[in-house]
């Protein structure tokens, strides 16, 4: 495995992270110590996106290990089931903005998420979190017109493959949740990179169609970095 510490997860942000998996949540975060042996930033997000797809491979591992030990699996292998593979060499990044982080899901000015409506007749549709789901406040998310294509953070966080389960009001929560705990509510100044995802089978599954990402987040005040992983289909 890479060289970067994994920094520890507070009571409130692992709280967090149960709640989200219990939603229905796709995101993977992993946080890991800033090091200052390596001087170059684009160097430690770059390590910070391979240390996170190491750590999810070991807990796959365990997770299938453990499976292993069922009755009616003892005769199988652990080559028989999913194993990720991964291909440094194959990994590319840049530098982004925070707006182009976000996507268009989520209003930079206003600091308020745009959410898909949950009533009947605006299913489809696409409201200011908030407002009251009428024809009259149906807004459009800024190039984000191709349909079943997730673009940024704040729509991969809040609108899954089957729907993160909750009202508006309870997504609306969680995600700013999250920003406090780990992006200082998008107040703080941030370093942020996005990486390909050809590197590992990891993020095959979202290549079908609903969307494959890695991104990596550095509060500059702190002392950890925040990798931000996600892949899933239907």
């Known amino acids: 495995m890479s060289g970067l510490k994994r920094y520890p997860e507070s009571p409130r942000l692992e709280s967090l992270l ?14 890991f110590e800033r090091d200052d042996a390596i ?61 182009e982080f976000l996507g268009p899901c989520y209003d930079i000015e206003s600091r308020r998420l745009i959410l898909r409506g949950q009533t009947v007749n605006h299913l489809n549709h696409y409201f200011y979190s908030g407002d009251e ?7 459009t998310p800024p190039d984000n ?36 705990e780990l992006f200082g509510g998008f107040r703080r100044s ?3 990179y996005q990486w390909s995802t050809n590197w590992s089978n990891y993020f095959d599954d979202g290549h079908e169609w609903w969307g494959s990402f890695c991104w990596t987040v550095e509060p500059e005040d702190a002392n950890y970095i925040v990798s931000v992983l996600a892949s899933t289909t239907d």
Request: proline share 2%.
């Open 39 to 99: 001087p170059e930033e684009i160097e430690l997000h770059r390590q910070a996106a391979i240390c996170a797809v190491e750590a999810f491979a070991l807990w796959t591992d365990r997770d299938f290990e453990q499976l292993l030990q069922a009755e009616e699996h003892k005769h199988r292998r652990r080559e028989e089931f999913f194993c990720v593979t991964i291909q440094p060499e194959l990994l590319s990044g840049r530098k982004i903005t925070l707006s």
């Open 133 to 139: 789901e009428r024809f009259q406040n149906i807004v």
């Open 145 to 180: 017109e191709t349909e079943f294509v997730t673009s940024g953070y704040a729509q991969a966080f809040c609108e899954t493959v089957h729907g993160l389960r909750g009202t508006n009001k309870h997504i609306n929560a969680l995600f700013f949740a999250f920003a406090d």
């Open 190 to 192: 941030l370093n942020i």
């Open 18 to 31: 149960k709640i989200y998996e219990a939603s229905g949540g796709v995101i993977n975060f992993a946080l």
